[in-house]
Structure formats: structure tokens, C-alpha cells
């Protein structure tokens, strides 16, 4: 059997009771190494778990699938992922493979950014497509991102905005010389992300993003203890972009972080639960009054 | 400490590590009682924590939030409710009341319907808003989800529908004489939620919905194991919605039931892993193909 299970958002401790059944019951177990280097390290993991973890980058899950499923059909083997191994991105290829094969698969789901973005408080059903944002260059700035939040702006929906990482990355000059040596994990920041999406609005100028009035809201470390120390604990921001953009990136939390561009179905029980986390409170309120229509007399007690 | 924690999608096992920790450090458990019917019974849970498991109605959480939340400033008392905390159904107000009480929060995140539904192989970046669809009845037939539904089809993209239950339900005759008596649950099915679908669809005449040329993935029990017990099982079937219609009830499994409605941007490799689930693979195809415009050429060999 090969075992395909997410490890969930924060620690260890966030694998599910059937998942750890299955790492335990594995003889070997594939940390996708992609995700290892944020949250938990394959040391803490082999620890918990008790037996050796192997780590395969994202190349080796993709193309040297065989590898991993090497055995599968007659012992157990597991994948790890963080999230859920159908989250933001699919295992198709390596299900497939495993299915060619005649292996069975069992995966063994947990929570992704995709749903616990649910932690700021707004409500599943009003979100649209979700969006990635990459790290722009001099000479390379995809915008289609910015197509999707209009999309989503237009129906009144919120996007949830995935922010890039880049890990394994090669100096040119190591790349040139065919050196293996990696630059250290960069992760874009919250201004840096607001700072791309209103270059775009900027240059496209099709009035979907605005500085003052649109509303968003960043989170960081998901599903962390809010209390926890310092650099593991969730955050949660909310502001108008132009508020978000001026704060300094450390009151964002450690990475990762992730955006939600706040569209117009936005309810004043969210704005009510919310509101805690604002940069300003008096702008919150004002700007989900006037901009977003939310009817926010009785706030002060929020009777359910 | 209020900890809110997730069960997850199937058994008692889903439950994070973290979150039987949690289970084990309360005082008190209660267990949000409209999910208990589902999938497991407040025994197993017992019998798994070692502790007493308290039914709270939906009712209760929403009116008699003190009583949860009594003492949990000085004692840990954990509600668990089935997928993820902020899921489909925020638990927004209990939080606010918490909060107003001084009482800390903690929230366990877990899979919820709207993250595991990547199981049908479909990237969840090309899922638009959920709806909700619920029995209709002679006079009462609200077709908002219709209007949702063409939102997301106009743009492309996919539309997880959830199903309706009807839990602690009272007959006209019980609810007269104030008699606390309640009809059997029930379970919309994926037959008559199609029916229910087109039957909007001949109303509103608008073209979003087609019984030929429309591609749906209908889900039960996600995240259970796809080997198990015929009644626990995940079952996951595809086709156009006439022909989804068209199966018998139990084809589908055990509820909950969950349907995907396919937007047009279907990827070829997304067409071949869920054409293992097709009521016809001709047909799937063929629709994926002329009406979905999938490039489907090297399909019998997936190389990746």
C-alpha cells in the first residue's frame, strides 16, 4: 500500500492518529522535502515517529516516482506532505503511476491552507479561485493573477492569495558551473506581496485593487498556537492594503504567510470577528461601512 | 482553554494527535451532535478517549454557549465538531462569546469536505464558490445556488455542491402537539440532487446545466478508506449528470454525499485519473473532449 498523508500546518503533532497508524506501519517513509524545510524537520519527525525518514524534493516525487513505490505492493510505504496531499497541489502523477502499477493507494487527508484559511473568520462559501503570486523580476511579472481577483472582485467573493517561496534555488553562478550549492529558502513577505498586486493594478488600471479601500487580511503559521512562542505562533492582520504594505514585516509573523483580498459578500459578524486583528480598528469598521455596505450599529455587542 | 477541534471526514481515528491531547487534557467534551449521527457515535468516542462525551445540539452550541463555555477560563473544555472548525459552518458566534468572557481559544484544524474534495483529482485552484442545496419541497424550492453555480461556470470553474440532511426532524403532527419526537434522519442523494438541478435548470432555462453535455463527480464519504466496509467506504462517480441520474441510489454509497460540477477548465491528466471512476469511460471521454475541449490523444499512456 502506499500511503499518501498529509501532515497538516503546523508541527508534528498535526498528523492525524490514522496517519501515524500508517507512518508506523510503513517500512519506509518519504518526507516531500519541499515542505520540510518550513515547518517541521525531518530530525523532529524520525523522532516522533521512531524510524528514519527520507526526504524526497519535489523532482524525485515527480520524477523518480518508481523509487518510492519500489515494494509498495507487497509492504507499506508512506509519502508525506504537508497539508493535505490533495491541497494546493495535487499527487495526480504519482497516483497514477502507482495505479499502472497495480498498487493500492490509501490517502489520508488533513487540513490544508485551503481550508483553514477559515481561521480569519470569514466564511468558506464566499470565496472564490484561489490565486498564487510569485516573486517578480526585472523582466518578469506574471499577471494573471490579477484576472482571477478580478473575477472573483466582479461576484463579490474574497481570494485566498498563496505567496511564493523559493527553495533550492541556484546562484547563477553556481548554476553555470553545474554547482550543487543552494541560496537559503526565501519567502515573500506581506508588503512585498501587497507591493506586487498594486503594481499590477497600477499598470493595468482596471480599478480591482485600491490601496485605501480594499480590504485584506494576511495570515501566517495557520493552525499554530496563537499563544505559542514567537516565531511558531499564527498571525493573523487585517487592514486596507495601503495599511498592510506600511507595516513592518515582522508584525506578520514568521512564514509562511498567505493573503485574502476581502470581497464584497463580507458579513458584519466577520467584520465584528475580525476586527481584533486590525491594524486600525477605527479604518476597519469605517472602510466595511462605507466601501463593503456592512451595517455595523450593533457591533459593540455582538448578539448572535 | 476552549480548544475547538476538528474530527476530520470519517472516524474516530481522524482526529489529530494534537487534538487528543486536547480530548485527554478537558474537563469536559462535548460533541457537536448534528455531525454525530454521521459518522461515528458518541460510544465509539468514549471508548477511544477513555472520557465521558457530551451531546450538544447545534442548538445548544449556538444558544447555550455558556454552559460549554463554563469554567474553561480555569479548565480546558474541548467541542469537537466533524471536519474542520471553519469549515463548511464557521463556529464564529461561540468564538466571539468566548472571547467576550476572557475565555482563550485554541482551534485544531482538521480535512473538511471543502479541501478533501481534491480527492476527485481536480485542482482545487480551479474550484470556485460552494453552494449548498437543500430538499425541496412542493412550495419551497430556492434556486440560489442556480445563480452561484452560473458565476462559476461562466468563469471556467468548478462547483463543489454539498448536500442537504435533515436531522431531528419533527412531523407536522409532533411539532403541533409539542411532542419531542423526531423522524428518521434523512440524506439527500445524488440522484435527486441532479434531479433537483435540472429541474431548476428547465425553470430558469439559462443554459448553465445540460443533462448530456454537463461532466459531474459525484463523493461519498471522503477520506474512507476506498477498500473498507462496503458501508464506510469512499465511492467516487462520475459521468454526465443524465447519466448520474440515471444510477441507482446505492451505486453511490453511504451518505454524505458531496457533487462536483465540472467547469471548463478541465486538465487532460484531470480527465484521465477520475476516468477510473466513470459510470462509462466512452462517454466521459468523448465530453471531455468535444464539449470540454481536453486534448485527450495520449491518454492510455499518462507519462507525466
New interface residues.
Partial sequence: MLYII?L???D???????G??AVKSSSRVYLEAYTSILLVNKERLESFYGKEVIVADRDMV?TQAEEILKGADKQDVSLLVVG?????T?H??I???A??SGI?V???????I???V??C?L??????????LVFFTDTWKPDSFYDRIR?NIG?G?HTLVLLDIKVKEQSEENLARGRKIYEPPRYMSIPQAVSQLLEIESLRAENVLSPKTTLAIALSR??C???GPDNTRQRIVCGTLEQLSEQPPESFGEPLHSLVIIGKRLHH??V??AE?YAVCRETWRRVAREVYGCVLDYMAT?E?
Avoid: W
Fill in positions: 498529509g497538516g500546518l503546523c508534528e503533532k498535526d498528523i492525524t492518529v490514522r501515524l497508524e515527480e493535505d496531499p490533495f491541497g494546493a495535487t495526480i502523477d497516483v497514477l503511476r495505479r499502472s493500492p490509501r490517502v489520508i487527508h488533513n487540513a490544508s485551503m481550508n483553514a477559515g481561521a473568520g466564511q468558506l462559501y464566499n470565496f472564490g479561485q484561489a490565486v498564487s473575477e461576484l467573493l495557520v493552525g498556537d496563537d499563544a459578524l466577520e465584528v470577528y481584533e455582538p448572535i
